[in-house]
């Protein structure tokens, strides 16, 4: 009798779990589907890519807010159009700027932003390269045999 | 001493750097539109006061006007309510409304209420051309010149001190005068 009980407050559990699960599409932000599943794919990168500006830390395809459905749709318009993701893109900059690109174009403007870190890892192994060989000049300092003391230097190096 | 001499240097750089960009960041918080200096997106929209008839860019060039986009929704709008209703005493230039994503009866409602400073009030049901303007919070203020370009964006409600300190000097000296 117990038994039973506990095998269908299971079952229970199970079945509510999974109809949340179910339902989860429905509670989506975006409920957008495009009838080609590769304008799809690249309809869900582009509205990952491209900032929701009144949210500004949130993407298109995550903000709830009306602005990004707008402009969520008209990433679906254009690429219903035809229109490249680049093509895209430059539609979004010319009304919003850069600004709305999560991963900035390189351009004069943005060109420190992305050679940066290359600049500073340069610099870094530059600075490391230099300790490294300050202190194997050291090691081979203290290799020298020190002039009239040859037994010693032999027992270092067996 | 001489081994942190360097690490120092280049510390004190980095934040005297970081200090001049975040002490000059123009408007700070506030995005740079790409469309200043540029014209004016067309638009041709149905009017408030008679959805028959249109309010259009194309009729507007020649002349220069401040375009306000605002909404009944918008809380910030009716805080700068006061100050457009001062500009549009002022005779400067005109006030065209962009009534963005709006309902009709509320907006006329809200213009009776409040008093109405626009020459004309057009409908962006669909928020298009909003999307065009690169507007991203109501309200904001698009100057358009004679020529259709936008000369500057304010983002926010307008103020004395922006409208007296940014808009006015913008204008050749014949409608300034006016004020």
């Given at each position: 009798?117990?038994?039973?009980?506990?095998?269908?407050?299971?079952?229970v559990?199970?079945?509510?779990?999974?109809?949340?699960?179910?339902?989860?599409?429905?509670?989506?932000?975006?409920?957008?589907?495009l009838?080609?599943?590769?304008?799809?794919?690249?309809?869900?990168?582009?509205?990952?890519e491209?900032?929701?500006?009144?949210?500004?830390?949130?993407?298109?395809?995550?903000?709830?807010?009306?602005?990004?459905?707008?402009?969520?749709?008209?990433?679906r318009?254009?690429?219903?159009?035809?229109?490249?993701?680049?093509?895209?893109?430059?539609?979004?900059?010319?009304?919003?700027?850069?600004?709305?690109?999560f991963?900035?174009?390189?351009?004069?403007?943005?060109?420190?932003?992305?050679?940066?870190?290359?600049?500073?890892?340069?610099?870094?192994?530059?600075?490391?390269?230099?300790?490294?060989?300050?202190?194997?000049?050291?090691?081979?300092?203290?290799?020298?045999?020190?002039?009239?003391?040859?037994?010693?230097?032999?027992?270092?190096?067996? | 001493?001489?081994?942190?001499?360097?690490p120092?240097?280049?510390?004190?750089?980095?934040?005297?750097?970081?200090?001049?960009g975040?002490?000059?960041?123009?408007q700070?918080?506030?995005?740079?539109?790409?469309?200043?200096?540029?014209?004016?997106p067309?638009?041709?929209?149905p009017?408030l006061?008679?959805?028959?008839?249109?309010?259009?860019?194309?009729?507007?060039k020649?002349?220069?006007y401040?375009?306000n986009?605002?909404?009944?929704?918008?809380?910030?709008?009716r805080?700068?309510?006061?100050?457009?209703?001062?500009?549009?005493?002022?005779?400067?230039?005109?006030?065209?409304?962009?009534?963005?994503?709006d309902?009709?009866?509320q907006?006329?409602?809200?213009?009776?209420?409040?008093?109405?400073?626009?020459?004309a009030?057009?409908?962006?049901?669909?928020?298009?051309?909003?999307?065009?303007?690169?507007?991203?919070g109501?309200?904001?203020?698009?100057?358009?010149?004679?020529?259709?370009?936008?000369?500057?964006?304010y983002?926010?409600?307008?103020?004395?001190?922006?409208?007296?300190?940014?808009?006015?000097?913008?204008?050749?000296?014949?409608?300034?005068?006016?004020?």
């Amino acid at each position: 009798m117990r038994r039973r009980g506990t095998v269908l407050r299971m079952l229970v559990v199970a079945t509510t779990i999974a109809g949340a699960l179910l339902t989860l599409r429905a509670w989506a932000v975006d409920p957008t589907e495009l009838p080609d599943p590769r304008l799809q794919a690249r309809y869900l990168a582009l509205t990952h890519e491209l900032r929701c500006m009144q949210c500004q830390n949130e993407t298109l395809a995550d903000s709830p807010v009306e602005l990004a459905a707008d402009l969520r749709h008209h990433v679906r318009d254009l690429l219903l159009q035809g229109k490249s993701d680049d093509e895209v893109r430059a539609w979004m900059v010319a009304r919003y700027g850069d600004f709305i690109l999560f991963r900035p174009r390189f351009s004069p403007r943005t060109a420190w932003l992305w050679l940066a870190p290359g600049v500073a890892l340069l610099i870094g192994a530059g600075v490391c390269w230099r300790i490294v060989r300050g202190r194997a000049a050291l090691v081979d300092a203290d290799r020298e045999p020190v002039a009239g003391d040859d037994t010693e230097a032999q027992d270092t190096r067996g | 001493m001489n081994r942190f001499a360097l690490p120092m240097a280049v510390f004190v750089a980095l934040v005297v750097v970081l200090a001049i960009g975040i002490e000059h960041s123009p408007q700070k918080g506030i995005i740079a539109s790409p469309l200043i200096g540029k014209p004016a997106p067309p638009f041709s929209l149905p009017s408030l006061a008679d959805p028959v008839r249109a309010v259009a860019s194309a009729d507007l060039k020649g002349r220069w006007y401040l375009l306000n986009v605002w909404g009944t929704w918008c809380f910030e709008c009716r805080a700068e309510h006061q100050m457009l209703l001062e500009a549009r005493d002022a005779h400067a230039l005109p006030l065209i409304g962009l009534d963005w994503k709006d309902d009709d009866a509320q907006a006329r409602e809200w213009l009776t209420q409040l008093g109405n400073p626009y020459e004309a009030v057009a409908l962006d049901h669909s928020g298009s051309t909003a999307v065009d303007f690169g507007v991203y919070g109501a309200p904001e203020t698009f100057l358009i010149n004679a020529q259709g370009i936008i000369v500057y964006k304010y983002v926010g409600p307008l103020t004395r001190d922006v409208w007296t300190n940014e808009i006015l000097p913008r204008l050749p000296p014949h409608a300034a005068a006016r004020s």
